[in-house]
């Protein structure tokens, strides 16, 4: 199977001759149904009141939907023109806003498990809290592009899989592993160093990205002259107080992404849920948070578009796996919305060719198969797996070409199956 496009390669130096369009909360997309907002959340860590105010936001201003991104990020389209500052109002209120100024660079990926059945693994949560407030009081990480990807890792590898610029990986004795971008090598620091240095490798890259004069915003994209040495990182760390030694290489695992699930032999448990295809109506929303509410636990967005809920109500009176399952949401592993994404598709993108997913739900139950697959209604590819091998279906004009080949529709559901019976590959999996 042909590979899907990647990074470009380093003798290819990306030279951005324009800033980073990315949008956010504060800077709106106009989309062809209407504004969008992306609204970042660190580590996908979102309290009872923040989801609230997220479900009443996508009915105030958007569709009454809310669309989950690879990032682990919040989307809400079709708002009205002039709705930003009442928006950002809304937002701010809630906590999530807390720096303006520093709203799009806030992109910070976490493992969604972690504390949650992981004994054994560093808890990165305040890691990730931690890195968010460091980032909002450095003016210097507001230069940073809205692509630019931290990843805290508990050890376990499924984050870190994800083609992060900045990537912590926890290991044994409360110490953990710093890479930049997809070095082979390493630094070690102790675990409560981690987000100070994490944000030092965000400077680092800042630093090089304008003596190389090329705009990066990734760390793929500087060229090889200009590129993160780990010898350079660890002085920078010395000079900020932190103690670092040099790992020559790491193999660094690989662990897939949560399944849904919700059964418990208890009154309350975690619970994995899965909107198909990352997007779910407020009301959807609303019933997710209020069963987390009345467990006692919080919302965590993971970039596989899927939810945790850290404790549900799973049994009766209130039986969150049975209310879930209920209105449309999976809650049960081996289904076949499991790793099927696509991006917007029609109407919402003039540049898309079809209405991807209306098409992905029309062959989902016969398009079974492990290896992750996104429909992609353009050339772009918008929010692709990273991290694994996956079957790359484009439109075209004609119809849609399954990894590089065409496929006439009335086959479409038979090659997807095919293409996706083939063994998943984990780029996290290859030692680097």
């Not at 630019?148 to 990537?167: C, E, I, K, N």
């Not at 994490?198 to 090329?214: H, Q, V």
């Not at 040495?229 to 897939?256: D, K, Q």
């Not at 797996?385 to 006439?408: H, I, K, Q, S």
Request: net charge neutral; charged share 20%; with cysteine.
């Amino acid at each position: 199977m042909p590979t899907p496009p990647s990074a470009t390669a380093r003798d290819e130096p990306v030279i951005r001759d324009r800033g980073d369009a990315c949008p956010g909360a504060l800077r709106l997309h106009a989309a062809d149904d209407g504004y969008l907002a992306r609204i970042r959340i660190p580590g996908g860590l979102l309290t009872i009141q923040q989801a609230s105010v997220l479900a009443l936001a996508a009915d105030r201003f958007g569709d009454g939907n809310l669309e989950l991104t690879s990032r682990g990020n919040v989307q809400l389209r079709g708002l009205a023109d002039g709705c930003d500052a009442a928006l950002a109002g809304l937002l701010d209120v809630a906590g999530l806003l807390p720096a303006p100024s520093h709203e799009r660079v806030r992109n910070i990926v976490a493992t969604p498990m972690s504390g949650i059945l992981s004994a054994g693994r560093p808890y990165v949560v305040p890691w990730v809290l931690e890195l968010d407030r460091l980032l909002c009081a450095s003016p210097r990480a507001a230069a940073l592009s809205g692509r630019f990807l931290f990843a805290l890792d508990d050890g376990r590898g499924d984050v870190a899989s994800l083609g992060p610029d900045v990537t912590a990986l926890g290991r044994p004795a409360d110490r953990a592993l710093l890479r930049l971008g997809a070095a082979a090598d390493a630094v070690e620091v102790a675990g409560p160093d981690v987000p100070r240095a994490a944000l030092l490798a965000a400077e680092y890259f800042l630093d090089a990205a304008d003596a190389a004069g090329t705009r990066a915003w990734r760390v793929s994209e500087l060229p090889a002259e200009h590129a993160l040495e780990s010898a350079e990182f660890i002085v920078r760390l010395a000079a900020a107080g932190v103690e670092a030694t040099h790992v020559p290489e790491v193999e660094w695992p690989y662990a897939p992404p949560p399944q849904p699930w919700g059964q418990s032999v208890g009154n309350t448990a975690p619970m994995c849920v899965l909107p198909p295809l990352g997007r779910l109506t407020s009301e959807q929303w609303r019933l997710l948070v209020r069963i987390a509410d009345r467990g006692g636990g919080t919302l965590r967005i993971t970039p596989w578009r899927s939810i945790v809920l850290t404790s549900a109500s799973t049994r009766r009176p209130v039986n969150g796996y049975a209310q879930l399952a209920g209105a449309g949401l999976v809650v049960t592993p081996d289904g076949p919305w499991e790793s099927v994404t696509a991006c917007t598709g029609r109407p919402g993108c003039a540049k898309s060719l079809a209405d991807v997913r209306a098409d992905a739900r029309a062959v989902v139950d016969e398009a079974r198969g492990e290896r992750p697959v996104h429909w992609s209604g353009c050339e772009r590819r918008c929010g692709h797996p990273r991290g694994t091998a996956w079957v790359d279906l484009v439109a075209t004009p004609e119809g849609y070409r399954l990894d590089g080949r065409p496929v006439p529709r009335n086959e479409l559901a038979a090659a997807v199956a095919e293409a996706r019976s083939q063994p998943r590959v984990s780029e996290g999996a290859v030692k680097k």
